[in-house]
């Protein structure tokens, strides 16, 4: 959020934690972080739950939730001509 919306660090640790709905103190929260991911289907530092996200899919999950562009993202989506979730 620093580079794609040119914001402070604290003002970018606000945006994302309203974004997830959560406090700021609890980005720093790894257990609270992982419902977060999972509830939210935008990866988990632990892969291995059942069916989600993974890789560009995720990474579109969050560009989508933040509502910012992720380089590869759009690239992935020029290449293949693919709508992908998000």
Do not use: W
């Amino acid at each position: 959020m620093q580079l794609s919306k040119n914001m402070r660090l604290g003002e970018a640790k606000k945006y994302v934690a309203d974004k997830l709905g959560v406090d700021i103190q609890d980005l720093s929260d790894e257990v609270t972080m992982r419902e977060v991911r999972e509830d939210l289907d935008i990866a988990t530092v632990f892969m291995g739950y059942g069916h989600a996200s993974r890789g560009i899919e995720a990474k579109s999950n969050i560009a989508k939730l933040l509502g910012i562009e992720i380089n590869c993202v759009e690239r992935f989506k020029q290449k293949t001509g693919m709508v992908l979730p998000g």
